[in-house]
């Protein structure tokens, strides 16, 4: 809820998780970034700061997706950097820590 929340908020959050998924991608030459719907107008705006990534973006409104989630593809990978996997991984990591 507090994540969700936050990317309600700000906007910047979600960049934020746009921009460590394209450090993962290394020297690919071009990424479509997956949105939701809800979500495209409020994050549309601030995708003018992923263009200093050396390639080029296009950012996609997919119906398919719920709020927070976000999926960067390209020729050779596909890269869910969405709220709800982040919430998953912190998961799996307490997990392993025996913390929960």
């Not at 409020?42 to 996609?60: F, H």
Request: glycine letters at 8%.
């Amino acid at each position: 809820k507090i994540l969700g929340r936050a990317l309600q908020v700000d906007s910047e959050y979600f960049i934020g998780l746009m921009k460590n998924g394209l450090e993962k991608v290394g020297e690919a030459k071009e990424a479509i970034i997956r949105i939701s719907e809800s979500d495209h107008d409020r994050v549309a705006p601030l995708v003018s700061q992923l263009k200093s990534w050396k390639s080029s973006i296009t950012l996609i409104k997919d119906p398919m997706l719920s709020p927070g989630d976000c999926i960067i593809t390209g020729p050779n990978f596909e890269i869910d950097v969405g709220i709800h996997t982040q919430i998953e991984n912190i998961a799996e990591a307490l997990k392993e820590l025996e913390v929960i």
